[in-house]
């Protein structure tokens, strides 16, 4: 072991209750809003081909002449009891809402910086009414906040010059100010998400962010800061130079999933993923696979099947409304949570072999074991293979608890539930107990038709 004094301060899951909630939330909403989602992806009728919140990176807009959209901003049609109302419907139990992005542009008032939505014609904080109308709906929130600030002219993407070392020495300030800032207005905010924390600049400040983050546990005590925000003093990002993981839950799975449990190293974890290949603000033209809803439901069943939250992206328009097609994916996720969701919520890695119809989950502090079936056998036979001694009970389709299935031992430990479904369009659950003690073939119903 290295001898570390900013790598991991704890090893394993947190044992809290703020954690423990965080742990069972299932489903989450991201909303990335901000200047960008005015151009949505487009200048002077060009479409720009990387991600739409990048704009300003892009070489065929003058730097200016995007931060001047700051004079534009004013989404008369921004409604965030609507918002609050699309993520409830849907089933969102979490929301991580940007406050500032890239380019600076804050949605609330920032006392630090001119840069922000006091100074746009809309005028008025964006935040408060967004973390007011989600607490309202009972759905926690979560500030995503980029350390990246291409609007601060105390920003580097390097300290190489003393100049450049007294430049960030203030920006790292400012960057504090405001962290203490949003945890002092919004102080019902259960998280901070961080990002823009990959250049060598903030990966050099091992002990500044170390003591920043230490502050605002202190500040705001059961905090949720996942592993992107430091770097330990080797500059290791995510895991230290240990290979024990930084902060609080492992935020690498950015529009990509594990396979298995090895993979997430038994981390808490969310995934965070878009609907297009690669848009998180708002981008006119959604070229390439726009993700369905079916696969965006597969995606949150298998991040739960390995102990994780999957996260949907919303970019909402420069008018401030949600677009009719993330609608559309709220409103279809909504339908199949509304029959399904006790398989998603509080559950966890139900520790069997994944077969080829779908995933386990199991509900937390209880034997129940949840199959969410996306691939139905075309014998109707569903293998399912427990560990040696556990016995198994009945088995059900979570939507019709009435309905005994068959179960047949084909071998130790090995079953075969049936039900026939022909008529399935949607995935769907079936649901069975679990008893430690097995005392075979006398577990469960033999078969009732
Ligand atoms: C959550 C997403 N993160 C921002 C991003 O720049 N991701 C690209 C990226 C991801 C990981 C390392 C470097 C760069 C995107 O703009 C979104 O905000």
């Known amino acids: 072991k290295i001898n570390l004094v900013h790598g991991a301060h704890r090893d394993g899951k947190r044992p809290d209750e703020a954690m423990k909630k965080w742990r069972g939330y299932g489903l989450g909403q991201f909303i990335h809003w901000g200047l960008y989602a005015i151009p949505g992806g487009e200048w002077n009728g060009k479409t720009y081909n990387g991600a739409a919140e990048w704009i300003r990176s892009w070489d065929g807009i003058p730097k200016s002449t995007y931060d001047s959209l700051i004079y534009k901003f004013n989404p008369v049609n921004f409604d965030a009891k609507a918002w609050a109302a699309t993520a409830k419907q849907m089933g969102a139990k979490y929301v991580t809402i940007t406050t500032k992005h890239h380019d600076g542009f804050c949605l609330w008032p920032s006392k630090y910086t001119d840069y922000t939505v006091a100074n746009s014609p809309w005028k008025k904080d964006i935040i408060k009414p967004l973390v007011d109308a989600y607490d309202a709906a009972g759905i926690d929130v979560i500030l995503y906040f980029s350390v990246m600030d291409w609007n601060h002219p105390g920003w580097r993407y390097d300290i190489k010059t003393e100049a450049d070392s007294i430049a960030f020495e203030g920006f790292k300030q400012f960057t504090r100010n405001q962290l203490i800032e949003l945890l002092t207005l919004y102080p019902t905010a259960k998280g901070l998400w ?5 250049d060598k600049s903030w990966v050099k400040q091992a002990a500044f962010a170390d003591e920043l983050e230490q502050e605002l546990r202190k500040l705001r005590p059961g905090i949720i800061i996942g592993s992107r925000f430091r770097a330990d003093e080797y500059g290791k990002r995510h895991f230290d130079s240990n290979g024990v993981l930084i902060g609080d839950y492992e935020q690498g799975w950015e529009r990509k999933l594990p396979e298995k449990i090895a993979d997430v190293h038994g981390n808490d974890w969310d995934c965070v993923m878009t609907v297009p290949e690669n848009q998180w603000g708002y981008n006119k033209a959604w070229k390439g696979h726009i993700k369905t809803a079916f696969e965006l439901i597969e995606m949150t069943a298998k991040s739960v099947s390995l102990g994780g939250n ?37 559950c966890e890695y139900a520790v069997l072999d994944k077969q080829d119809w779908g995933y386990f989950t199991k509900k937390t502090g209880s034997n129940k074991i949840y199959m969410l079936v996306f691939n139905t056998p075309i014998n109707g036979k569903y293998r399912v293979k427990l560990p040696a001694k556990m016995g198994i009970s009945m088995a059900a389709p979570l939507s019709n608890p009435g309905v005994k299935l068959k179960i047949e031992e084909i071998k130790a430990n090995e079953y075969f539930i049936e039900f026939n479904n022909p008529s399935a369009k949607q995935p769907f659950v079936i649901t069975f107990e679990t008893d430690t003690d097995k005392k075979s073939n006398q577990n469960y119903e033999k078969a009732k038709t």
Not at 194 to 198: H, I, Y
Not at 312 to 341: C, H, T, Y
Request: charged fraction near 25%; charge should be negative; glycine fraction near 12%.
């Open 310 to 346: 999957f996260v949907m992206n919303f970019g909402p328009q420069g008018d401030g409304a949600i677009r009719k097609e993330e609608l559309q994916l709220a409103k279809e996720i909504g339908d199949w949570m509304k029959v399904n969701s006790e398989a998603i919520y509080n």
């Open 194 to 198: 961080f990002d823009g924390t990959w």
